[in-house]
């Protein structure tokens, strides 16, 4: 059956692509995941596993959904365990906890096996911030079924105004050993809609429009909501940040790896992308000067070209 792309830009970032299907898999424990999943259209096209990031769901990335389906790609994006549709993990839905950051590691293992069988063989990946993370941690550990991968405005170091990341580090670790690892980080607490022209915007992008998609897609599904991360969310991250900088672990990844990231970012720190992919042997750095920590939703042309580059490095030919 021949399927019509969307054309209405307003429709193509408040719709996913037709011909999908969707899935809640069950991961090695029966938790259930949510996937959105489109076979290839041209045989001359790869399948790609696109890996969101904290606090995402797949509805958030729907322009860019279309734009790879309407190519021909093949497509797959999962809601992490605890986000999204897929079954929550904190104290409330609402915590944005953290199962531990290993598990969110094992889950992607298991997520990347699913879909190569799927669809033949090793996928390509996109990932953006903290799925460039667990992306990377995977590669670093040498588990395959990935062999090319861009990865935007990655979490590679975290900014946590206003607090910096040493004391954010250390408190992190106090709140824990206090029995509050599940209580919001401070300043946080649950899904707040967002609103055109604050600061919050020009964190994530320049783009007005495109910043309330969030905002609309909660309100058409609350369920999808989900606020700040927890005490226990943070310290798990700084542990896995420390794992992921162990000596040898960039060194390690064997596949070429594209960083697409702000010039500078004001939730993860672009100084420290810069540094660990370039230990990558076959790893490359591509800044955006004026951009937001959410490239896939900046305005344009900005965006049209953070993913035209992504889609040439992962062997688009035009």
């Known amino acids: 059956m021949s399927i019509v792309p969307e054309n209405d830009p307003w429709m193509r970032r408040r719709s996913l692509p037709a011909g999908g299907e969707r899935l809640f898999l069950p991961l090695r424990d029966g938790w259930p995941v949510r996937l959105e999943h489109w076979v290839r259209r041209d045989p001359a096209r790869r399948h790609l596993l696109f890996v969101t990031g904290r606090g995402d769901f797949a509805e958030k ?177 700084f542990a896995s940040l420390d794992a992921l900088w162990a000596r040898g672990g960039a060194e390690a990844i064997t596949v070429p790896v594209l960083a697409l990231i702000p010039e500078r970012d004001g939730l993860v720190d672009s100084k420290a992308t810069r540094r660990f992919i370039a230990r990558i042997p076959a790893g490359e750095t591509v800044e955006y000067p004026g951009a937001g920590h959410e490239l896939l939703r900046e305005a344009e042309p900005m965006r049209s070209n953070v993913l035209a580059r992504a889609r040439g490095f992962l062997g688009e030919q035009t």
């Open 61 to 237: 990335y729907s322009e860019t959904l279309h734009d790879l389906v309407d190519a021909g790609w093949g497509v797959t994006i999962f809601d992490w365990r605890g986000q999204g549709l897929s079954r929550r993990v904190g104290k409330t839905p609402m915590h944005g906890a953290s199962p531990g950051f290993d598990v969110w590691l094992d889950d992607l293992r298991e997520l990347i096996s699913w879909t190569a069988e799927r669809s033949g063989g090793p996928v390509l990946a996109m990932a953006h911030s903290m799925g460039g993370h667990f992306l990377l941690r995977h590669l670093a550990c040498a588990r395959g079924g990935v062999d090319r991968a861009v990865v935007l405005a990655p979490m590679l170091g975290l900014s946590t105004p206003p607090l910096g990341p040493g004391i954010a580090r250390r408190l992190a670790a106090v709140m824990v050993k206090w029995g509050r690892g599940e209580d919001y980080v401070l300043g946080g607490g649950p899904f707040e809609p967002g609103v055109a022209g604050s600061a919050r915007q020009f964190l994530l992008t320049s783009d007005p429009d495109r910043f309330r998609d969030e905002s609309w897609w909660v309100g058409q599904y609350p369920s999808l909501a989900i606020g700040s991360v927890t005490w226990g969310w943070l310290d798990d991250a």
